[in-house]
Structure formats: structure tokens, C-alpha cells
């Protein structure tokens, strides 16, 4: 994008991720008025925490302004279970989304699972994961009608990466991102290590980091497959020969030393405090928040799947 030259030419700086966001939900408002579509999603948040709530706001204003219906319900999370079914059966709910955690751990993986594929706004239900994991690009095969969905933060991570101008697109697809190093601290089901994934097949090597570990992802010999291996580096390591570093860790006393960030390196920031100090943009490029692309990738998935719903009428 035009608005990130100066940036990227510096190889220094904060940027600013609206435009990005207004570039994708432009297209889906024009899709919409275009088609004279009334998608709707149904939003469904079971605790108090701040966060969800101002997230679930700031979704409901955007998708108000392009076109899409927002419900939002606050439910008690031992009726969610029916709730999610009965969005499910509902003809007029084209996608559904939950914020999490509602139970944590095993039981909101089985939630994940309760929301049909077909409606699953977010990309986490284990079919979505499995395509993602495996490259599918498509639900209904070799039919290829029937686009997939992505989790919506890891892509919004993609998009944001590939409208800073990183992606080779000179290169063959699955190779976008060759000779490109990359490190993700955090390895969440939910975020980093789709993410990883993602990169990895675009041609990166990725370090993924948590408090388990280390983890290199790969493009793996099978079309479409990630190679996963152990290694000796260090996270220190890792995070000096990145040229793309990804921070993700929910807690304000997290802060990545920034001398062991090389200049010119890209770091965005995706958890909801910011995890290096943001005197580092005066040698490095700073994305210090992502929500609004997150947002407009969430518009992005719904309108594929209502499209993917009116297809088979």
C-alpha cells in the first residue's frame, strides 16, 4: 500500500493498520450492496471480561456501518451448548461466533466442534483447522465452489504482512515468503500456531515459541503439509534473525528485550498489551495493534460463508 512506502523504505516506524482494514471492508460493503445481501451473525459472549465486551462493540459498530446484521447474546455458558445448535438450524444465521474462554481448556475445544463448519465465522471448528493445517483451499473438493475459512486473527496477521509489501509475488505460490525468517511467541490453538502454519506454507522458516518451547515450522514434503522439528536455538536466537517477529503474550510484564531486534525487522503486536517497548520504531517497523484487520477479516469470512449458504438454494 501507497501509505507505507515512507515505512518501509526508512525501515522504521509505527504503522498504522486502518487503511488496511478499510481496504477489506470496503470490498464487503460493495459486495453487499451489490448483491442486495442481509448477512447476519450471531455473537454469543458468557462472562464479564472487558476485553470480549469491547471487542463485541467495536465488531457490532463496523458491521453495522457495511451492511452486516450483528446480534450479540449475553448467555449463561451452560446454555450455550443449545444455543450454538439452534443458530445452527437457524436459515437466517449465516455465521456464528463465540468469545472465549467460556470453559477453557477441553470443553471449549468441544464448543469449537458444536458450531457447524458451515457457519463457523472464526475457522476454528476442527474441520476449518484440518484444511488449514493441510492447505485445502476449498470445502467441496474438487468442486471448488465452496471457499474455506481462516481463523481471523492469523489472517489478518497475513494480510497485514502481505500489504507491507513482504510477500514476494515474483516467486511461485508457496514460496512468497523464501528466505524470510520468522518469530511467533505465543503457539495458542487459536492464534500462533495456525499462524505458524500459515507462514510456513507461504515459504518462511518459523520459530515458534511458548513456554513449553521451541518449534520450527516448515513447508513439509507433501503438498500442503507442515514440517515441525526441534531445535537448539534459542528463543534469544530466534528472535535476533527474524526479519518478521510476532508478539502475542496476554501480560503487561512481558517485554522482549528490544537490543535483541535487528533493525529493519517487523514486529507486530497482537496481544492486548504491547510487548516491546514502542521506543523500538525508531529502528524497526512497529504494528502495535491489529483489531480493526482482525474485525474486517471476521466481515471477510462471514460474507464467504453466506455466499457458500445461498449457493446451495
Not at 240 to 252: A, E, F
Not at 302 to 310: A, E, G, K, W, Y
Amino acid at each position: 500500500m501507497e501509505e507505507y512506502k515512507e515505512i518501509m523504505q526508512a525501515k522504521k516506524g509505527k504503522v498504522d493498520v486502518t487503511p488496511i482494514a478499510n481496504f477489506f471492508r470496503e470490498e464487503v460493503k460493495q459486495q453487499i450492496t451489490k448483491n442486495c445481501w442481509k448477512p447476519r451473525v450471531v455473537a454469543f459472549l458468557t462472562s464479564d471480561d472487558q476485553g470480549a465486551i469491547d471487542y463485541s462493540k467495536w465488531t457490532k459498530l463496523a458491521c453495522q456501518k457495511d451492511g452486516i446484521e450483528f446480534l450479540l447474546k449475553r448467555v449463561e455458558r451452560v446454555d450455550l451448548e443449545d444455543l450454538i445448535i439452534e443458530a445452527n438450524n437457524d436459515p437466517c444465521v449465516h455465521g456464528i461466533l463465540v468469545y472465549y474462554p467460556v470453559f477453557g481448556g477441553m470443553m471449549d475445544s468441544y464448543i469449537q466442534d458444536v458450531v457447524s463448519p458451515t457457519k463457523d465465522v472464526e475457522g476454528l471448528s476442527t474441520t476449518n483447522r484440518f484444511n488449514l493445517y493441510h492447505n485445502i483451499r476449498y470445502m467441496d473438493g474438487e468442486t471448488a465452489t465452496k471457499k474455506c475459512v481462516i481463523p481471523c486473527t492469523p489472517l489478518a496477521m497475513v494480510k497485514i504482512i502481505d500489504n507491507l509489501g513482504i510477500y514476494d509475488k515474483s516467486l511461485t505460490m508457496g514460496e512468497h515468503l523464501k528466505g524470510k525468517t520468522v518469530t511467533i511467541i505465543n503457539r495458542s490453538e487459536i492464534v500462533g500456531r495456525p499462524l505458524a502454519a500459515m507462514l510456513a506454507n507461504d515459504g518462511a522458516i518459523v520459530y515458534s515459541i511458548d513456554i513449553n518451547g521451541i518449534i520450527i515450522f516448515q513447508a513439509g514434503k507433501r503438498h500442503g503439509t507442515i514440517k515441525m522439528s526441534e531445535t537448539t536455538v534459542t528463543r534469544e536466537e530466534a528472535i535476533s534473525k527474524s526479519d518478521i517477529l510476532i508478539l502475542g503474550v496476554p501480560s503487561p510484564n512481558y517485554k522482549v528485550n528490544s537490543d535483541l531486534i535487528q533493525d529493519g525487522t517487523i514486529v507486530i503486536n497482537f496481544a492486548g498489551c504491547l510487548n516491546v517497548e514502542e521506543s523500538i520504531q525508531e529502528k524497526s517497523i512497529l504494528v502495535p495493534t491489529i483489531g480493526k484487520v482482525t474485525i474486517a477479516m471476521l466481515e471477510r469470512n462471514l460474507l464467504r460463508l453466506f455466499n457458500n449458504q445461498i449457493s446451495n438454494k
